[in-house]
């Protein structure tokens, strides 16, 4: 059955690789790209499965945070029930994403924002290297010459150092890391292609 | 044309690479990070306590799906050589397709280590499937299920702060790495011991997942090699105008 599941995942994943590169199999490719879809969308239908299963379990074991457990399943059951009755158009559901999951996520990013800038401290004191002040060095750069400032800009800093180091410094090391981003996926991609990695199906 | 040719010349390298270093111990320069990752593994079966996998929220079918698969292959390299502690390891994901395929790699890890019974479908969660709901998700599991170290290993976001910084109030290390640029900055500050770059695809070799895996980076060398040489040409022409 292991064999059986490699030759399947190899020869699809060929095909819709092949469907890059021959253009009489592109038809093929989408076909298999149209299934995944649908069969992403099935896999959303089992990981809402899953996470009620892990937090009903949080909940019976009466653990730590088995509050919030409950209190995420009813939600979860209360946005599902109304969704399916109303319609997701429906102002009352509209009200739910725009009255609660857009300021919950819009307090996490404030959150993070603060967080950020503790790491940044906290860096100093964990690795106290010249890497670590460049990188402090050039945020507070950065931030100086984007912020307004109640006394005005600083001259040059916003005209000529903060483009220079983002286009030039900052642009040039992004474009380094994703080419070797891009290989380490293209070796990944490879190894998965010829079942060298399966992370399907059994041993 | 180019890209044909660059994955077929890359895959028959790889696959030449991985017979001839099939029976030889590879030499790897240190990662201070994916060193102490294998010291907290250890850690993990000696003190009883678990490892939090990160996997991400980087879809299958979308370009991010290359950092959830190299961090899934961690994860079963993880999986095989934690079987022995009293505690799994849980593997959480923002994606659900990736949740589903980290149980299946939990799994078939506990089955290679001969230890089915161990295995809970529990441990291989999705946390949430937006951004922020998924470091929500996380940051109970790192901060309330007796993990030692916090390992992140996929295509996270800015949101990663959030899961580091609930490791760090309980004094948890995190060792991370992701495709993203600007999460790698935010990993930088924040993860104690970050991955830069293409590191995260190198966690495979250092953890002993087998031959393929080191002759991934010989491959990976090679062809750094011929796009700097490339790129070199390229100016140099460029300087002489000629191109």
């Avoid at chain 1, 890391?177 to 990944?188: D, P």
């Amino acid at each position: 059955m292991r064999v059986f599941n490699a030759a399947i995942a190899i020869a699809i994943g060929l095909l819709v690789l092949a469907g890059y590169f021959v253009p009489s199999l592109a038809g093929l490719q989408t076909l298999f790209l149209n299934w995944a879809m649908i069969l992403a969308g099935v896999a959303a239908l089992v990981g809402i499965g899953n996470l009620i299963s892990v937090h009903g379990e949080k909940i019976r074991k009466r653990e730590t945070g088995s509050v919030y457990s409950a209190l995420l399943i009813l939600s979860l059951f209360a946005t599902f029930v109304f969704g399916f009755l109303l319609g997701p158009d429906h102002p009352a559901m509209q009200m739910v994403v725009n009255g609660v999951i857009v300021p919950v996520e819009a307090s996490l990013m404030a959150i993070l924002a603060v967080t950020l800038i503790y790491a940044a401290i906290r860096l100093l004191r964990r690795r106290l290297d010249l890497m670590s002040v460049i990188f402090l060095v050039t945020a507070l750069v950065i931030l100086l010459g984007s912020a307004s400032l109640p006394f005005g800009e600083i001259p040059l800093l916003g005209t000529t150092v903060r483009p220079w180091i983002t286009q030039v410094l900052a642009l040039g090391g992004a474009r380094g890391i994703l080419i070797g981003v891009a290989l380490g996926m293209l070796t990944t991609g490879l190894r998965v292609l010829t079942a060298i990695d399966r992370p399907y199906g059994g041993k | 044309m180019i890209e044909l040719v660059t994955i077929v010349v890359s895959l028959l390298l790889l696959l030449l690479l991985t017979f001839i270093r099939r029976k030889s111990t590879p030499k790897l320069r240190p990662i201070p990070a994916l060193t102490r990752l294998y010291r907290a593994i250890g850690l993990s079966v000696e003190d009883g306590t678990r490892l939090h996998i990160s996997l991400g929220r980087g879809g299958l079918l979308t370009g991010r799906g290359g950092a959830s698969l190299s961090g899934l292959s961690a994860l079963r390299y993880l999986v095989e050589r934690t079987s022995a502690s009293d505690r799994p390891p849980v593997a959480t994901s923002g994606d659900p397709a990736l949740a589903l395929l980290s149980q299946d790699t939990l799994k078939a890890g506990y089955q290679a280590t001969g230890a089915d019974e161990l295995y809970q479908p529990t441990t291989g969660r999705l946390s949430g499937m937006s951004p922020f709901s998924f470091a929500a998700g996380a940051m109970p599991v790192v901060r309330d299920e007796n993990v030692s170290a916090n390992v992140m290993l996929g295509d996270f976001g800015p949101e990663s702060a959030l899961i580091i910084e609930s490791a760090e109030r309980v004094n948890i290390p995190t060792l991370g790495g992701t495709d993203d640029v600007s999460a790698q900055a935010v990993l930088y500050a924040a993860a104690q011991e970050p991955l830069i770059g293409e590191e995260m695809f190198a966690a495979g070799a250092y953890l002993g997942a087998g031959p393929a895996h080191s002759a991934s980076l010989t491959v990976q060398d090679v062809l750094r090699w011929l796009i700097v040489l490339f790129l070199l040409v390229g100016a140099g022409l460029k300087f002489l105008g000629l191109f």
